[in-house]
């Protein structure tokens, strides 16, 4: 091995930074694309390399959210992690937000959004602060990022 394959290799994967967005999405209907977006709250491990996945819908007083526990087992920092959210999906802004809870299962002010542009569609994933909407760095690996938005874009063409 040459000093720049095993720099390479020993170093972190490349992170989802301050977020990533696909290739404009020509072939597959808006409607099936989100269709499968919403899949991946109740079964991320179909997107993502997750294990022990426990979601619970709450019915609330400003509409119903997801709870959710997974354990992420991708490569990098965030291997071992326990991550507890709560999930909003809003079909009219094309947004669903994973709010991250601190360790008493209160909502923190840091999410992660799966959103569905359009004109040209496409699907980009990122971390923001839910107060001020800011965009935020997200330690969490780019290429699980781009395999979901992959599998997401598969299932929806191959959904007939």
Not at 67 to 96: C, D, H, Q, W
């Amino acid at each position: 091995m040459t000093g720049d394959s095993e720099a390479k290799a020993k170093a972190p994967p490349e992170s989802v930074g301050l977020g990533y967005c696909s290739d404009p999405i020509r072939d597959a209907d808006p409607r099936k694309l989100w269709k499968h977006m919403l899949t991946k709250i109740s079964r991320p491990q179909v997107f993502l390399p997750v294990t022990d996945v426990e979601a619970l819908y709450v019915d609330g007083d400003g509409g119903g959210y997801t709870r959710r526990t997974m354990t992420f087992v991708g490569p990098g920092p965030m291997n071992g992690l326990v991550i507890k959210e709560n999930i909003y999906a809003e079909e009219s802004t094309g947004e669903i937000r994973f709010v991250v809870l601190d360790d008493d299962g209160k909502e923190t002010d840091v999410e992660i959004v799966n959103a569905l542009l359009d004109h040209p569609t496409r699907i980009e994933y990122y971390r923001r602060a839910v107060g001020t909407r800011e965009r935020l760095e997200w330690p969490a690996p780019k290429a699980s990022a781009v395999g979901a938005i992959k599998k997401t874009v598969e299932l929806a063409r191959e959904d007939v």
